[in-house]
């Protein structure tokens, strides 16, 4: 069984930075497609950006492409979201998600952990 845990969100001022960790632990992410996921307040849950457990191939949502970053460390079984340029509309609690897999993709009915979210709001 995986577990997730994300941390680092927090208050940042409109074209500022942030990155968001995720700990995983129960089982190795190098098996795992890993993927963060948003929703702002009076929305639905929207998939950001998606990466092989492995590292090897990565895939990102129109809206954050050029802004935000995913990237694994399995060395410490950890992903992350470093993102740039942030906008009051990337305000919105941030998900950790994994499923079994060895695709970049991550379809949001096909996800099988989700962590408990952390919130990132931008002033503007």
């Known amino acids: 069984q995986l577990q997730l845990v994300e941390s680092g969100g927090g208050l940042v001022q409109f074209g500022g930075s942030l990155k968001l960790a995720c700990a995983a632990s129960?089982?190795?992410?190098?098996?795992?497609?890993v993927g963060w996921f948003r929703q702002a307040p009076d929305k639905g849950r929207e998939g950001v950006a998606c990466?092989?457990?492995?590292?090897?191939?990565?895939y990102y949502a129109d809206f954050v492409k050029g802004r935000f970053t995913i990237s694994v460390d399995n060395a410490n079984n950890m992903v992350y979201l470093q993102m740039n340029d942030l906008k009051p509309e990337d305000t919105a609690v941030y998900y950790c998600?994994?499923?079994?897999?060895?695709?970049?993709?991550?379809?949001?009915?096909?996800?099988?952990?989700w962590g408990k979210g952390t919130l990132v709001t931008v002033s503007s």
């Open positions: 998600t994994a499923r079994r897999s060895e695709s970049d993709r991550c379809p949001i009915n096909a996800m099988d952990y």
């Open positions: 129960g089982s190795s992410l190098a098996y795992y497609a």
């Open positions: 990466v092989r457990g492995n590292g090897e191939s990565e």
